[in-house]
């Protein structure tokens, strides 16, 4: 089932959480809202669920408006942030509460609630713990109970708030690829909110990178991350070099290096030039054309990479990241002086002019 | 809830070292060990010792006709019927009050919150004025209860009013800052698994909250019959008519008849030993299963 968000817009008294946001989730998706605290994120997954209604715009779940829908009519599966076990009940009270609270009509019989509950929990692997409460287990099996508590009730989208923010770096992983497993599984529509970049990357077919209560970029994790559309995205997908400079004749002149800029930044303006650290280039000699001078402050190589963090002669520190093989036949001195260049980048118009 | 299990555990088994530290001379854990159980015992034990002494002074016979003859007997009834009337109409009340607290933002919050405060923070005698000023002959609805036939001051109806108002805070001071810790969380999840409002409440409302609620209705109950002040200024002390536990304790003990006083008042000895019974009991229940009090 699809998801339509159509001008949505939200406010907490003076905080304006959302502004104006369009989305669309196509069935059988699965979608990361990404971005840092603040952003609306949540706020707009929660008026996805129905726990939170929007000032003005609507909500349209398989095409139907379902904006004034309460959460109970909207059958949808909503993993809480903290999981929200119902800590006086069993894993299984918690598994079978949302098939127990249906109208008496639509209620399945006692032991088909039983037949059903056993099949989540073996789906989320914690069959034996059907007799165990919440505060009785680890982080990660909370997480699957919550998990299949909210497939219990057949949702026809999977709605999931910071879903591995409270678990430790392992964990989390391995939960990531077992989430992403089991959505295919089972032809599910799901949205995620997270803050980390490399979760959404990793596990979504499509990243909704947001910011200030607005949507920056929507795209493949591939577009997000490679082609990313404005500066708060570039920042936000990683680590990433700003060289500032002023353009004259379509040219950015940088520590004596120039670059064409034409096709992003008109003359007399300032152009914001993002270089990922694994794109940046390291040489005792300058390239012809476009070698920024700069002298070694720190070189850390242990790890699959060798980074090297480098002063420009005009200030400005940057970091470079180089293969360990690189590393090895450069070896590179701290007070050193070298040359830096760009392989690629992402070139901005600064919004003021210098 | 983790940081509290460590807590406590780090204190049931200190590390060596650490034991060692804390230790102090012996002279000095004597002397304060002892300064403490004197305490203990003149304010505490000797007290409640000498109740049940003074009771049975006169013998057993005595003090089962005390506690037995008419006048005993209708106050030990108004009591318990009054606690009877006041413990869930204040659990509800409370109840209520918490989650609008805890539940709900709207202005005026503060004020509220400081408004359950009200009966703890007067004094009891006040609290019956109060009633009396309202409802009494001279008072603001008296001359309309008059015509009305209906008598609230020096009858049963007072002395309800103002036990209810003065055990106003107990429920709901226990409930708001674990409703507040325990947060809406588990409310929302029910919410979306399809709960109504009334499957929520009793289903996960209730439960999450069954420890505190008892607690507070133990302290609200052994307040409720042992209430003096305020029920003294509003019942009129007519015996067998008006006249409450702690009432009849008072007049036995006003006309020296001390052992019957003091039978009587063994009896509101005995439940506070059974509330603080109770209060362990319910705080043991409550750990263990893992919930807070």
Redesign the interface.
């Known amino acids: 089932m699809g998801i339509e968000v159509r001008s949505v817009s939200k406010a907490f008294g003076d905080f304006q959480a959302l502004r104006d946001v369009d989305l669309d989730v196509k069935q059988g998706e699965l979608v990361a809202l990404l971005g840092p605290s603040g952003s609306g994120k949540t706020t707009l997954l929660r008026i996805i669920a129905g726990l939170e209604f929007a000032d003005a715009g609507t909500v349209l779940l398989d095409s139907e408006d379902a904006t004034a829908r309460s959460a109970r009519e909207r059958r949808v599966g909503f993993v809480f942030q903290h999981y929200a076990l119902f800590r006086h009940m069993s894993v299984f009270e918690n598994v079978a509460f949302g098939m127990q609270v249906r109208p008496r009509a639509l209620r399945p019989a006692k032991n088909e609630i039983a037949r059903r509950v056993h099949e989540l929990l073996e789906l989320v692997q914690l069959d034996g713990m059907a007799g165990r409460l919440p505060s009785q287990l680890s982080g990660g099996q909370r997480q699957r109970v919550a998990l299949a508590r909210a497939l219990a009730v057949e949702p026809r989208v999977l709605l999931l708030d910071e879903p591995f923010g409270a678990l430790d770096a392992r964990v989390r992983r391995d939960l990531r690829r077992w989430l992403r497993r089991l959505h295919d599984e089972l032809g599910l529509t799901s949205v995620f909110v997270t803050h980390d970049q490399e979760e959404a990357l990793e596990l979504a077919d499509r990243v909704v990178v947001m910011n200030l209560g607005r949507i920056e970029q929507v795209g493949t994790p591939d577009e997000v991350y490679h082609e990313p559309a404005t500066r708060f995205v570039t920042e936000f997908m990683g680590e990433v070099n700003v060289f500032r400079a002023r353009v004259e004749r379509g040219s950015a002149w940088v520590g004596g290096a120039s670059f064409d800029v034409s096709a992003e930044v008109g003359d007399g303006r300032g152009a914001a030039i993002y270089v990922r650290p694994h794109l940046l280039e390291v040489d005792r000699q300058p390239w012809p054309g476009a070698a920024i001078r700069a002298r070694v402050e720190r070189v850390l190589a242990a790890g699959p990479t060798a980074k090297v963090e480098l002063v420009t002669d005009a200030g400005e520190r940057v970091q470079a990241e180089l293969s360990q093989e690189r590393h090895r036949a450069l070896r590179l001195q701290v007070g050193e002086a070298v040359f830096v260049r760009p392989r690629d980048k992402r070139v901005f118009a600064e919004d003021y002019v210098i | ?1 983790s940081t509290a299990d460590w807590t406590l555990r780090s204190f049931a088994e200190p590390p060596p070292a650490l034991a060692a530290a804390r230790t102090e001379p012996a002279w000095v854990r004597v002397t304060l060990i002892g300064v403490a159980l004197c305490f203990l015992g003149t304010f505490l034990i000797l007290p409640l010792a000498a109740v049940f002494v003074h009771a049975l002074q006169e013998g057993w016979d005595v003090y089962v006709a005390s506690i037995t003859e008419p006048y005993a007997l209708a106050a030990i009834r108004l009591t318990l019927l009054v606690a009877a009337i006041c413990v869930p109409l204040n659990a509800a009340f409370g109840l209520a009050a918490a989650w609008a607290i805890t539940r709900f933002e709207f202005r005026s919050k503060g004020v509220l919150v400081s408004l359950i405060d009200l009966p703890f923070a007067v004094s009891p005698v006040i609290s019956g004025l109060i009633f009396v000023l309202l409802f009494g002959l001279q008072g603001l609805l008296g001359p309309w209860l008059r015509e009305h036939d209906v008598k609230i001051i020096f009858a049963v109806p007072g002395i309800v009013l103002a036990t209810l108002f003065v055990t106003f805070p107990f429920v709901a001071r226990e409930l708001i800052p674990l409703m507040e810790e325990q947060g809406a ?2 409310e ?9 409002g009334w ?1 929520t409440f009793w ?2 409302t209730l ?2 909250v069954r420890f505190g609620l008892l607690y507070g209705m133990v302290l609200l109950n052994a307040r409720a019959m042992g209430e003096f002040g305020a029920v003294s200024v509003v019942s009129g002390h007519i015996r067998g008519q008006t006249n409450t536990m702690p009432l009849h304790v008072e007049i036995l003990y006003n006309e020296y008849q001390t052992a019957a006083a003091f039978a009587v008042a063994s009896l509101l000895a005995g439940l506070a030993v059974v509330t603080l019974i109770l209060k362990r009991l319910i705080e043991w229940r409550a750990g263990r ?3 807070v009090v």
């Open positions: 809830m969380d588990e929302t999840a029910a919410v979306s698994l399809g709960a109504s499957q289903r996960v439960p999450n299963r893992g919930g």
